[in-house]
């Protein structure tokens, strides 16, 4: 090849590179446009919400791992955010390790049937749960079962409670057999548990309260400050067992006999602004 070829080669390489090159930034540039006004994303495979915290408070643009099908839900979730977005029925346990956050986005609904002696959702002592819901409607719904000797939402067989908070979304928990349909497993202990703004039904296992802990176990508190609790206690046992704390008069309640307890409050906290996600 003489050297003028060489010299129209090069050129023609140099021009190749460089339609490459401006292809490249052309992607970039159309891929940019494309999230302009798309609802937030961190990266593939998560979801940024606003949600409810706690005192009327939002909690702005909490990002976490999406839930929008049954394959999306991990056996253990960690110390992270959750946001559920799809409509699930989900066989088998799920445990937390550390400090977890479970969004139920607006129209999400999750349903969580526990494998037998394991709590539907298992907070094990040490442990804390957060369960709220988007700032619009519908409202997002969990329904989870405790198997036989377990919490719907708290201990499994035998096992303590950790703290467990809700403040938001409709909420309905029932436990096995000696569980708490939110608290300790049977023999297990209850931990803290927090109620606002939130629609929640609780149902106890046979000998042990809808909210606190299982056949045997030790109570702790529990504080309702807003929002419509309906509590049925397993029989032999009482709808709520703890010290309780609550923003209405709860009114009377036999710890024996009453089975069935309900404390409605009408107004739940107005939205007084928004503030990070923690």
Same mark, same amino acid.
Request: aromatic share 2%; hydrophobic share 40%; glycine share 20%.
């Given at each position: @090849?003489y050297?003028g070829?060489?010299a129209?080669?090069e050129?023609?390489?140099?021009r190749?590179?460089a339609?490459s090159?401006?292809?490249?930034?052309?992607?970039g540039?159309?891929?940019l446009?494309?999230? $302009?006004g798309?609802?937030?994303?961190? @990266?593939?495979?998560?979801v940024? /919400?606003?949600?409810l915290?706690a005192d009327?408070? /939002?909690?702005s643009q909490?990002?976490?791992p999406e839930?929008a099908?049954d394959?999306?839900?991990?056996?253990?979730?960690?110390?992270?955010?959750?946001i559920?977005?799809? $409509?699930i029925?989900h !066989?088998?346990?799920?445990?937390i390790?550390?400090? $977890?956050? =479970? !969004?139920l986005?607006?129209?999400?609904s999750?349903t969580i049937?526990?494998?037998?002696?394991?709590?539907?959702i298992? $907070?094990?002592a040490?442990s804390?749960?957060?369960i709220t819901?988007?700032t619009?409607?519908p409202?997002?719904?969990l329904? !989870?079962?405790g198997?036989d000797?377990?919490a719907?939402i708290?201990?499994d067989?035998g096992?303590d409670?950790?703290?467990?908070v809700?403040?938001?979304g409709?909420?309905?928990?029932t436990g096995?057999s000696?569980?708490a349909?939110?608290?300790?497993?049977?023999?297990?202990?209850?931990?803290?548990?927090?109620i606002?703004?939130?629609?929640?039904?609780?149902?106890?296992g046979?000998?042990?309260?809808?909210?606190g802990?299982?056949?045997g176990?030790?109570?702790?508190?529990?504080?309702?400050?807003?929002g419509v609790l309906t509590? =049925?206690?397993?029989s032999?046992?009482?709808?709520?067992?703890?010290? !309780?704390?609550?923003?209405?008069?709860?009114?009377?309640?036999?710890a024996?006999?009453?089975?069935?307890?309900v404390?409605?409050?009408r107004?739940m906290p107005?939205?007084?602004?928004?503030?990070s996600?923690?």
């Amino acid at each position: @090849m003489y050297f003028g070829e060489l010299a129209v080669a090069e050129r023609d390489g140099h021009r190749r590179v460089a339609r490459s090159l401006f292809g490249l930034a052309a992607a970039g540039a159309l891929l940019l446009a494309s999230l $302009v006004g798309a609802t937030p994303r961190a @990266m593939a495979g998560t979801v940024a /919400v606003d949600c409810l915290g706690a005192d009327g408070m /939002v909690f702005s643009q909490c990002t976490g791992p999406e839930i929008a099908t049954d394959a999306d839900i991990p056996t253990t979730l960690t110390d992270t955010w959750y946001i559920v977005t799809g $409509v699930i029925d989900h !066989v088998g346990s799920v445990s937390i390790s550390g400090n $977890v956050r =479970i !969004v139920l986005a607006n129209g999400a609904s999750l349903t969580i049937t526990g494998d037998a002696g394991e709590a539907g959702i298992g $907070v094990p002592a040490g442990s804390q749960l957060t369960i709220t819901s988007g700032t619009g409607t519908p409202v997002g719904s969990l329904t !989870v079962t405790g198997g036989d000797s377990a919490a719907g939402i708290g201990g499994d067989d035998g096992g303590d409670a950790g703290t467990i908070v809700i403040y938001g979304g409709t909420i309905d928990a029932t436990g096995g057999s000696g569980g708490a349909g939110i608290g300790g497993g049977a023999s297990g202990n209850a931990g803290p548990v927090t109620i606002e703004a939130a629609t929640v039904t609780a149902t106890g296992g046979a000998g042990a309260p809808a909210i606190g802990p299982g056949d045997g176990g030790d109570a702790s508190t529990i504080i309702m400050d807003s929002g419509v609790l309906t509590a =049925i206690a397993g029989s032999g046992s009482q709808s709520l067992l703890g010290t !309780v704390t609550s923003g209405v008069q709860i009114g009377s309640l036999d710890a024996v006999t009453n089975h069935h307890y309900v404390d409605v409050v009408r107004d739940m906290p107005r939205l007084s602004g928004k503030t990070s996600c923690p």
